[in-house]
């Protein structure tokens, strides 16, 4: 359910105050530029910024106009959260109600921001760090 309600929230909020910047920063990543400063969205000085992956892969989709497939990706990765939050709680020895507590706490995330953003694949990346550290180490 909580996986659920993640991607139908995604969906539904598409869009980020950031991304009418992150879009032109991105197409400077793939021209195979790093922007040190954003002066048509801030004047706080030099940008010191950590998004250049995911604003080159967003200006890439835009580019080949498939933004709402952008979406959708992100919002599988909205999904997955909770998922994994579970099943990293579920690996520290919490039983099924804690887990399920803490994977809809998770949902709060997508009230109040859009999944478009590298934040949502920051999440899936430490609730899957915590479950292999959980699990005792990486398979292998």
Do not use: K
């Not at 040190?36 to 969205?41: I, L």
């Amino acid at each position: 359910m909580a996986a659920f309600a993640s991607f139908a929230l995604a969906v539904v909020n598409p869009y980020f105050l950031n991304v009418f910047w992150q879009i032109p920063d991105g197409a400077q990543v793939l021209a195979g530029h790093i922007p040190s400063s954003v002066a048509y969205a801030i004047s706080s000085g030099p940008l010191v910024e950590q998004e250049w992956l995911f604003e080159g892969i967003l200006a890439w989709f835009v580019r080949h106009d498939a933004y709402g497939s952008f979406v959708i990706v992100c919002a599988l990765a909205a999904a997955a959260a909770p998922l994994l939050v579970y099943a990293a709680v579920r690996a520290f020895g919490a039983g099924d109600l804690g887990a399920g507590v803490a994977a809809f706490l998770l949902i709060g995330a997508r009230f109040s921001a859009s999944a478009v953003r590298a934040e949502t694949f920051a999440v899936d990346a430490f609730a899957l760090e915590l479950y292999v550290l959980a699990s005792g180490g990486a398979p292998g």
